[in-house]
């Protein structure tokens, strides 16, 4: 069986080595927001094209669609809305509370459902380091690219969240079983252990997700381009962070809960 966990602070070095340049990005650039967030317009057109301005007047609009019929006279109107500046602040409130609120519920979630603390804040720490990748990487694209963040990328972060807690919690299941039938073995040997045992299910899992969000930031549409390209961030992050940042981070906890016993 490989001993995966020998390597843990080699792991955490690994993401930190990622984390924090984007994490010095958000600090100095943070990120840069669309009309969603800033205010603004957008039309919608029949062919799913999506236009977004800072400042665009309803006659503005109709000539522009005019404009694009006579290369395409199939070409209508969707839809055309103004949002203002005080509903983008609002739209940004609203997410960090979601997430907020999440994260709690998540924690005592799985703080019950294993009941030690150190399950429920270790998978918090791993769902944040997968936030914090995320975060990063697209503050640098915003910064170097100019690529914007909007409603479908706090969907995109929602969803992986989830995904990073439920790769987690299937590793600490398994910790969790081997610990009922091996009660004298450590928790280092437990773990290691338990990433060997998933290992194959979860890459392989992972990786069915990741072919396909592959294949939708390549072909697919301009609109949905950077929402698949943030969750294809995050699913590998996540399928990371759940063998070689949670059970770490688990594994170190109980070396410290021992050495503070040693020395009391």
């Given at each position: 069986m490989?001993?995966?966990?020998k390597?843990?602070?080699?792991?955490l070095?690994?993401s930190?080595l990622?984390?924090?340049?984007?994490?010095?990005?958000?600090?100095?650039?943070?990120?840069?927001?669309?009309?969603?967030?800033?205010?603004?317009s957008?039309?919608t057109?029949?062919?799913?094209?999506?236009?977004?301005?800072?400042?665009?007047?309803?006659?503005q609009?109709?000539?522009?669609?005019?404009?694009?019929k006579e290369?395409?006279k199939?070409?209508?109107?969707?839809?055309f809305?103004?949002l203002?500046?005080?509903l983008?602040?609002?739209?940004?409130?609203?997410?960090?509370y979601?997430?907020?609120?999440?994260s709690?519920?998540?924690?005592?979630?799985i703080?019950?459902?294993?009941?030690?603390?150190?399950?429920?804040?270790?998978?918090?720490?791993?769902m944040?380091?997968?936030?914090l990748?995320?975060?990063?990487?697209?503050?640098?694209l915003g910064?170097f690219?100019?690529?914007?963040?909007?409603?479908?990328?706090?969907?995109?972060?929602?969803?992986v969240?989830?995904f990073?807690?439920?790769?987690?919690?299937?590793?600490y299941?398994r910790?969790?079983?081997?610990q009922?039938?091996?009660?004298?073995?450590?928790?280092y040997?437990?773990?290691?252990?338990?990433v060997?045992?998933?290992?194959i299910?979860?890459?392989?899992?992972?990786l069915t997700?990741?072919f396909?969000?592959?294949?939708?930031?390549?072909?697919?549409?301009a609109?949905?381009?950077?929402?698949?390209?943030?969750?294809l961030?995050?699913t590998?992050s996540?399928?990371?962070?759940?063998?070689?940042?949670?059970?770490?981070?688990?594994?170190?906890?109980?070396d410290?809960r021992?050495s503070?016993?040693?020395?009391s």
């Amino acid at each position: 069986m490989i001993n995966w966990l020998k390597l843990r602070y080699l792991y955490l070095a690994l993401s930190l080595l990622i984390i924090i340049p984007g994490a010095i990005s958000l600090a100095r650039f943070g990120l840069k927001l669309s009309i969603d967030f800033t205010g603004g317009s957008v039309l919608t057109l029949s062919d799913s094209t999506i236009i977004r301005q800072k400042d665009m007047t309803q006659q503005q609009a109709d000539e522009m669609v005019g404009k694009l019929k006579e290369k395409n006279k199939d070409l209508k109107m969707v839809s055309f809305e103004t949002l203002g500046p005080s509903l983008g602040q609002e739209t940004i409130k609203k997410t960090i509370y979601a997430v907020l609120l999440a994260s709690l519920l998540i924690l005592i979630h799985i703080t019950r459902a294993f009941k030690q603390l150190k399950f429920g804040v270790c998978a918090l720490l791993a769902m944040l380091h997968d936030s914090l990748v995320l975060l990063g990487i697209f503050s640098l694209l915003g910064h170097f690219f100019g690529i914007e963040v909007d409603l479908l990328f706090v969907t995109a972060t929602l969803t992986v969240l989830s995904f990073s807690v439920h790769d987690t919690i299937v590793v600490y299941d398994r910790i969790r079983e081997l610990q009922k039938r091996h009660s004298n073995e450590s928790v280092y040997d437990l773990a290691n252990q338990a990433v060997s045992e998933t290992m194959i299910r979860s890459l392989n899992n992972s990786l069915t997700i990741i072919f396909m969000l592959l294949a939708l930031f390549l072909l697919g549409g301009a609109s949905t381009r950077f929402f698949a390209l943030a969750l294809l961030i995050g699913t590998i992050s996540g399928s990371y962070s759940s063998p070689f940042t949670a059970v770490p981070l688990l594994v170190i906890w109980d070396d410290l809960r021992k050495s503070r016993g040693r020395t009391s």
